[in-house]
């Protein structure tokens, strides 16, 4: 038997053991071993039942995504096929979960005839989070163990709950302070010794005949999860299965998930989201940085700073448990950091969202301080005060004067040179950029960078604190604007030069709304505060060549006091009280004048010209860094894109969905854009190199 499966015996119990880290995933050689050991209890008469468990610190992750789409996935027996083969087994079987059970995992336990959970264990089909449906039988049975509008919710919404939950439901039968293994095996012989035909839950009906009776919760369900399945197919896929559950026998609902299950599992979505769960993980390999690399245990923090960044990454780490101290000069700047904070939790604790007591919790682990005294027995300092170079440099200077050895000194600087930073400091190797995005207590997106001299140690507590504060982290160099920020810059630029050119605001915004953004480029803009670009294009223009195209709109709607939302006026206007972005005469106007000032003859503009110049040019971009080595993979730029900016997840992020169009098109697209419009638009090296060889930025990650 293969070595991915423990076999043992308990008493009259064979105890089947998953043993494939990380994640006891079902790849074909354990669904091979599975059921060789069930068919080794089947032939000894001394064995009365089976017990499933897994070995490690889960049960399992479910079916082995790798083999998605590979001969290896399809490997007798499938996972369906062993599914069936455990229900369909004459003696008990009994699943003892802890840990994790998800997926194929969840729905291999649902065909076991019993399941005994280990407090806390999280169970869950989470498929539609990958672009398919749960294709081994999940969305029949649990319809059949918990209703539909519970397998509607846990399915479609693709979270996994606890065990506690999962056994008011009916989801499971036991939940256990104890050894989980024990029991099940208690349980297993219980079952065994009252004799009698296991218990098949593809034969359960009440739940399913009860709804039968109410086809509008089908529709009703549609409806409310509209707006979050926007552009995805899976959700409604997973709904027409649990529907199929209700309204058709066992074995036909069963055919028709798996026809569903195909369809999904070879579609450009589902790859698109398989895409995202590996670049996301993959995003945490760094190198010079491996499990033995030593990191500092962060057991306070302070924040420099309290505007509206310093308050949300306070936030951060109270919300992670971690007492942390905010910093501020003054006596009225320290009130309103606290003043936003609690308003902020409090609005949480008004719409649900937290109680009472977790905000107290947080509020208690935060301290409001004068001075820098409270930086001297922090583990890390995160500076985030406003963008000046020699403000920054004299407080990291301050900071090496009063910081423990080995204190971890971090900046939020979104724009400036960490490496100048650093220099300020007799420690440059633990100086690194935390650059979170804004609200910085919502975004999920934390650029980690590592300046010339950041230390591996560094790196890597920088690389733990982000999975502890909860964030996506992916390590990127010193550049301007960094990844994200610097890669945001061609997009908003030619939004902005295709206005000029006859398309208006509120058509490119649709143009990127319906490719699956959450919003376009000039309501992104006005959300931020159209100040925030301004002051950051006073400060480049400088060095800005005389030569380059350089649209002056937006400078223009900000001169005129139009700051966006929070003015109620920008590229659109607001009404009170609504976040609707309504076209306004006078920028239309505004635009045109801007037109015909710079001779550029406005012409229709179409909807695929408008998708190509907004993101053709930052995936060029983005090979540019990759060149560089600022980025370190294409999917780091995707994992950026999608948690920073709302690129949308099925499409994988901007490189990935390059690929799929193919880069020998990319860069045609380019080079004529190129000669159309200009420098600003040349085809990159790589960009260049990989279409004319053929290849995609997938190839190139892999060399
Ligand atoms: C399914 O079951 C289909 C069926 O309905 C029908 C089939 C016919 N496969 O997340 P981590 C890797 S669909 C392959 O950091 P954690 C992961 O890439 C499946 N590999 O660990 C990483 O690799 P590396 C439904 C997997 O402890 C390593 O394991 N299941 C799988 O933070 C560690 O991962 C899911 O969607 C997998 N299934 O969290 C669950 N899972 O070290 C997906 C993980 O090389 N998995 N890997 O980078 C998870 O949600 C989390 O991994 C889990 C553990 C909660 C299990």
Redesign the pocket.
Known sequence: MTDLIQYTTRGAVGLITLANP??N?FSAAVRAGVLEALEGIMADDALTAAVITGSGK?FS??????EFNTPAGMQSP???ELIEKTEAFPKPVVAALHG?A???AL?LSMACHYRVAAAGTRLGL??V??G?V???G?TQRMPRLVGAEAALDLIVGGRPIKAEEALELGLIDEVVESDVVDAAVALAEKVAAEGGPPRRTSELEDRVTADRERPEIFEEYRKKMARKARGLESPYACVECIEAAVNKPFAEGLAFERET?VRCVESAQSKALQHA??AE??SGKVPGVTKDTATRPIERAAVIGGGTMGAGITMCFANAGIPVSIIEVAQDGLDRAMKTIEGTYAGSVNRGRMSQDAMDACMSLITPSLGYDAVADVDLVVEAVFEDMSLKKEIFGKLDEICAEGAILATNTSTLDINEIASSTARPESVVGLHFFSPANVMRLLEIVRGEATSPETLATAMRIGKTLRKQGVVVGVRNGFVANGMMLPYIRESEFLVEEGATPEQVDRVIFEFGFPMGPFQTMDMAGLDVGWRIRQAAAATRPESERYSPVADRICEMGRMGLKTKAGWYLYEEGSRTPVPDPEIAAMIEAASAEQGIERREISDQEILVRCLYPLVNLGAGMLEEGVALRPSDIDVIWMHGFGFPRYQGGPMFWADQIGLGEVHRVMQELYEQHGELLQPTALLTQLAQEGRSFGDWSAE
């Open positions: 990380p994640v995933a889960l992750g479910g079916a082995d995504i790798r499938n996972l369906p994790t998800v997926g194929g729905e989470p498929e989070t990958l398919i749960p294709g081994a999940g299950f769960f590996f993980r993959e």
